[in-house]
């Protein structure tokens, strides 16, 4: 694809540009999935982030690359670029936290990234990576960052259009997960597609999702009557009570 056609002054098309642009290359058809979610995706957005609007600024700056994670530990903030520093070497790390992903996809209100409306999780997950690039930047050019300061939200804004320098998702419980939580109880036998696979298991905690056991002959849990499982957390929206019609 030629890189004549992006035009890096509107933001808004930039970041339609890329989406198309990444979903044509990778051969990605599903943008409000968790799936997208992958240590491989997250690396090609930041390539193709570096290409278009940094014109191989990263590539030069960091030619040992960028490592990518993906945390379960972090519940508000959807990303943290980690800088380390020993001696004349440096190293950078971009987290991406699943939980607050998850949260995204399963709320039906308004989902507000980095002040800017995403329509599906690709769009939310590309505006954290572009918050997190902003703190790279920030990082290699200055050695330290703080997305409060004046001088991070002016990058932010100059490269992105960003409206806010935050990039919390959902920061507050949604009041619908908690009438999603009443409805079910310890003990009690729910479903759940998972790849459109239909499962059937014991429902035995409950918080912001629920911990399904699920009978497995491959299980590492065993009960005392000898049965296996496999332990399966689910968000409580994509919950079934098992006596619902799916």
Known sequence: MNDSTININDKENMR??????????????????????TLKNIANLIDIYDYYVLRGYLVKTIPEGIK???SNRMTTSGGKTIFSKRGREHSYEIRISNRVMERFIEDNRSKIVCGIKAIDTLEALMLILEHEICHVIEFSKYGNSNC?????????????????????????????????NSSFVKGQVVQFKYKSILYEGIISNINKRATVMVKDINGAYRD????????WYIPLKLLINKEQKI
């Not at 005392?224 to 332990?231: E, I, P, R, T």
């Open 224 to 231: 005392n009557n000898g049965f296996s499982y496999s332990k």
């Open 68 to 70: 990518v994670s993906i």
């Open 16 to 37: 339609s540009f890329i989406k198309k642009d990444f979903c044509i290359r990778h051969k990605i058809n599903m943008l409000n999935s968790i799936y997208l979610l």
């Open 148 to 180: 409060k300061d004046e001088r991070f939200k002016t990058i932010a804004f100059n490269l992105f259009g960003h409206k806010s320098s935050y990039h919390e998702i959902l920061k507050k419980e949604d009041t619908l997960n908690k009438t999603i």
